[in-house]
């Protein structure tokens, strides 16, 4: 607690000699009398005045009892206004909204801040330029009653012009997040994300930050001379990326959603890039280009699956290519890897016949991992030749057997669509984007398509 004021605002303090200043400052953080929320002060006549709390009865046989001074009578008990310490004068941005709500209640009918209308207050934002998007918050009806006072007061302590409100995404097939403004004339902003300018209405899009090592990651890729198809391209959170820095040569962008289809035209003007995208707006199911593709990206989450078969056709049918598939995976249960070259019976064989050599082979991290592990092979008739190895025991195993299946049913598609041609799959590359608690992965696996010549 802190030290009650006498009327000229002075608070309790020790004066002793200074020789034994930082003694008795330990000695009173030990008994818990040391009022932190001030600073010590020097005094003129050799001593150093230590701000102290609690003015009970029997402070003074605390002091005396707490010391230990070679002579008492140095030291005695004042009255002083000392500093505030360095750590209490920082207020935090919350501190400073619930004041100022605080005062605008006062000054408009006394109304008091109680702790359910304090608990109503914003603790979290983000920040995009001018405009502050704040969680769900002053859900009580006793703010409506003041109108856009308290959004215009938020802004003047955080220092926005425009101010926003972010509820959950809908579940329209569009991902488009609930955000309601409530101070501005519109929800257009611009973020530079690893020199590349997005600019988007977050009341209609949403941007994907927590993508960004994966966006890294595409853009160090070297896709010179190559066609990339992107399969849900939304506002370009990869399309830019593969041709800003990974400099593709042409790059098909499909999204059905209309708002997001106008920031991502934004985009690729504001980036310099429109004149080698083309955007198809509409189902990709029905508009993506076929046969063009040296590698196609399937940002969709928690699965992509809906989209493997148009990935497999956009895949140039000569010489095929990479497929970069995202996808949430399970970690907290396991579920038994089926082999397409398998009959049903043969399913449970093919998976305890596994080897740690195999998930092991495929370099499985979180960061930049490279090299590969054959799926099974599209000649093979058995997968006799794995050996011994029950359930995964570890995450990266059914990281592992997650992608395993996921490069086996990428070859039944594609040898489905080039009857009778025969295709290999091969697990390039996983990358753990992030994770979801509990026990929920994002992951993109890199799958190299080739037919098999002959």
């Given at each position: 607690m802190a030290a009650p004021m006498n009327g000229d605002g002075k608070e309790l303090a020790l004066s002793v000699p200074t020789k034994y200043g930082q003694q008795v400052r330990n000695s009173l953080q030990t008994i818990g009398l040391y009022d932190s929320s001030r600073r010590s002060k020097s005094a003129e006549d050799g001593h150093v005045v230590l701000p102290v709390l609690d003015l009970g009865q029997n402070l003074e046989q605390k002091l005396r009892d707490a010391m230990l001074l070679e002579n008492p009578v140095d030291w005695k008990i004042v009255q002083?206004?000392?500093?505030?310490?360095?750590?209490?004068?920082?207020?935090?941005?919350?501190?400073?909204?619930?004041?100022?709500?605080?005062?605008?209640?006062?000054?408009?009918?006394?109304a008091e801040l109680?702790?359910?209308?304090?608990?109503?207050?914003?603790?979290?934002?983000?920040?995009?330029?001018?405009?502050?998007?704040?969680?769900?918050?002053?859900?009580?009806?006793?703010?409506?009653?003041?109108?856009?006072?308290?959004?215009?007061?938020?802004?003047?302590?955080?220092?926005?012009?425009?101010?926003?409100?972010?509820?959950s995404i809908a579940s329209n097939g569009y991902r488009t997040p609930s955000v309601r403004l409530l101070l501005g004339?519109?929800?257009?902003?611009?973020?530079?994300?690893?020199?590349?300018?997005?600019?988007?209405?977050?009341?209609?899009?949403?941007?994907?930050?927590?993508?960004?090592?994966e966006k890294l990651r595409v853009s160090r890729f070297h896709c010179e001379n190559e066609t990339v198809v992107d399969l849900y391209a939304g506002i370009g959170y990869f399309t830019l990326p593969y041709l800003v820095h990974a400099r593709a040569d042409r790059l098909h962008a499909c999204e059905w959603n209309p708002d997001a289809v106008e920031a991502l035209r934004k985009n690729l003007r504001l980036n310099g890039v429109e004149d080698r995208c083309v955007v198809h707006f509409g189902d990709n199911r029905q508009l993506c280009p076929k046969d063009v593709a040296d590698r196609v990206n399937l940002g969709l989450i928690p699965s992509s699956e809906p989209g493997w078969e148009t990935a497999c056709a956009a895949l140039k049918r000569c010489s095929g290519g990479i497929l970069h598939i995202h996808g949430n995976v399970e970690t907290g249960k396991t579920t038994p890897k089926s082999c397409n070259n398998c009959d049903e019976s043969e399913n449970v064989k093919c998976l305890n016949n596994r080897t740690e050599n195999e998930i092991d082979s495929m370099k499985v991290s979180e960061r930049n991992l490279t090299n590969s592990a054959d799926t099974c092979s599209s000649n093979s008739s058995k997968c006799s030749d794995l050996s011994a190895k029950t359930q995964p025991n570890s995450t990266k195993e059914i990281w592992g057997d997650w992608s395993l299946g996921v490069s086996s049913k990428i070859r039944v598609i594609l040898e489905r669509l080039h009857?009778?041609?025969?295709?290999?799959?091969?697990?390039?590359?996983?990358?753990?984007?992030?994770?979801?608690?509990?026990?929920?992965?994002?992951?993109?696996?890199?799958?190299?398509?080739?037919?098999?010549?002959?």
């Open positions: 002083i206004q000392l500093p505030a310490s360095k750590k209490n004068q920082i207020i935090s941005p919350y501190q400073q909204i619930v004041s100022a709500i605080d005062k605008f209640l006062r000054d408009h009918g006394g109680m702790e359910d209308l304090r608990s109503d207050i914003p603790r979290r934002w983000e920040r995009h330029g001018d405009l502050v998007m704040i969680d769900a918050c002053f859900q009580n009806p006793f703010w409506r009653q003041y109108g856009d006072d308290i959004w215009r007061l938020i802004s003047e302590v955080l220092s926005c012009d425009r101010l926003a409100q972010k509820g004339q519109d929800g257009w902003v611009e973020h530079v994300d690893n020199g590349i300018r997005y600019t988007y209405d977050v009341t209609k899009c949403m941007f994907s930050a927590g993508n960004v090592t009857t009778p041609h025969i295709w290999q799959t091969k697990v390039l590359h996983i990358e753990h984007v992030k994770s979801y608690a509990p026990h929920i992965d994002h992951l993109v696996v890199d799958i190299e398509c080739r037919p098999v010549p002959g």
